[in-house]
């Protein structure tokens, strides 16, 4: 049996409203993960050991509410940003 695969290519357009949110968010992820690798190096200079998934993620709602930019995006992209960094510290 012969395997193929398939592939399919998208092209979006979104409208200058959707630009906007689509660079927030990019921008509000980056910030977050880049917020916690840097407590995560912090860690592991001084315990040995780096942080958990679940700490980090506790941490978001006092973080939204230190910065309030960080509420106009959806939630679940900034949790997906935390729990990427928690993922590749898991895998060293």
Same mark, same amino acid.
């Given at each position: 049996?012969?395997? #193929?695969? #398939? +592939? &399919?290519?998208?092209?979006? &357009?979104?409208? !200058? *409203?959707? $630009?906007? /949110?689509? +660079?927030?968010?990019?921008?509000?992820?980056? %910030?977050? %993960?880049?917020?916690? /690798? +840097? =407590?995560?190096? *912090?860690? &592991? #200079?001084?315990?040995? #050991? @780096? /942080?958990? &998934? @679940?700490?980090?993620? =506790? $941490?978001?709602?006092?973080?939204?509410?230190? %910065?309030?930019?960080? =509420? *106009?995006?959806?939630?679940?992209?900034?949790?997906?940003?935390? !729990?990427? /960094? +928690?993922?590749? %510290? *898991?895998r060293l």
């Open positions: 049996m012969v395997l #193929k695969h #398939k +592939a &399919y290519k998208f092209r979006i &357009y979104p409208t !200058k *409203e959707q $630009e906007i /949110l689509i +660079a927030k968010t990019i921008r509000c992820s980056r %910030f977050v %993960f880049n917020h916690f /690798l +840097a =407590k995560w190096d *912090e860690m &592991y #200079k001084t315990t040995g #050991k @780096g /942080l958990s &998934y @679940g700490s980090c993620s =506790k $941490e978001i709602p006092l973080l939204k509410q230190e %910065f309030d930019w960080l =509420k *106009e995006v959806d939630s679940t992209s900034v949790q997906i940003s935390v !729990k990427h /960094l +928690a993922d590749a %510290f *898991e």
